[in-house]
């Protein structure tokens, strides 16, 4: 049994293209968080969503609550971004569902 | 800018040997984390750690294992009597506050390798 769901599973995109993950959960939650986990295997925290959008740089995330999904855009996308992209929930606060990830990989 | 460190990065060891893995949160941080990574697999929820008790542990989380915060600084997870798939990478979190709004900050991982 999934509690988080992710897609697309894998994504390749030409540089400059706009680019949207989607996640889908079936618990309740706390929060939703996107991570962002580089090809050497590091973690790194993007964002942390309990209602509304967010925005950061190039990177926008969405949740609907009452859809239960969320997702995470790219604009202007760059080689850089290339990386797999976690979306995980929290539930009851410190207990975390992950999905299993989107892998994007930009060329130039 | 702190960080959450982990040592040893790699760790090779027999079946049925024990390990512990060390992991140092940021030094104000008061919620503390251990997620596991099967190779190609998605990441999983261990433990979580509060005012030195666990608060949530996921079914992963047996007997096998066991965390502590022995001196204010480090935060272990052992695992008593590894086992083959035990294999993985183990990875630390940690961040300060609870509610709403709190981003976590992960170590770099530590490669357990059970052979």
């Known amino acids: 049994k999934n509690e988080v769901e992710q897609s697309p599973q894998n994504l390749t995109a030409q540089e400059g293209e706009f680019i949207t993950i989607n996640c889908s959960y079936s618990?309740?939650?706390?929060?939703l968080h996107w991570l962002q986990q580089h090809p050497g295997g590091g973690i790194v925290s993007l964002f942390m969503?309990?209602?509304g959008k967010k925005k950061h740089g190039r990177l926008i995330a969405t949740i609907n609550i009452q859809e239960k999904h969320s997702s995470l855009h790219i604009t202007a996308s760059h080689p850089r971004d290339s990386a797999v992209y976690i979306c995980?929930?929290?539930?009851?606060?410190?207990?975390?569902?992950f999905g299993t990830g989107t892998s994007l990989t930009v060329i130039p | 800018e702190p960080e959450v460190t982990q040592t040893p990065s790699h760790q090779v060891t027999q079946m049925g040997q024990e390990v512990i893995l060390r992991c140092v949160p940021i030094?104000?941080?008061?919620?503390f984390y251990w997620y596991r990574q099967i190779l190609g697999q998605k990441v999983e929820f261990l433990v979580s750690?509060?005012?030195?008790?666990?608060?949530?542990k996921s079914e992963i989380f047996d007997d096998q294992f066991s965390v502590e915060r022995p001196d204010g600084s480090n935060f272990t997870l052992k695992i008593r009597s590894t086992k083959l798939e035990d294999s993985a990478m183990y990875f630390c979190?940690?961040?300060?506050?609870?509610?709403?709004?709190?981003?976590?900050?992960f170590g770099p991982g530590t490669r357990l390798t059970v052979t």
């Open positions: 995980a929930v929290s539930v009851s606060g410190n207990q975390f569902y």
């Open positions: 618990v309740g939650i706390s929060a």
């Open positions: 969503l309990s209602s």
């Open positions: 030094s104000n941080h008061l919620y």
């Open positions: 750690f509060y005012n030195n008790e666990i608060s949530e």
């Open positions: 979190a940690s961040h300060r506050t609870t509610g709403l709004n709190y981003e976590q900050y």
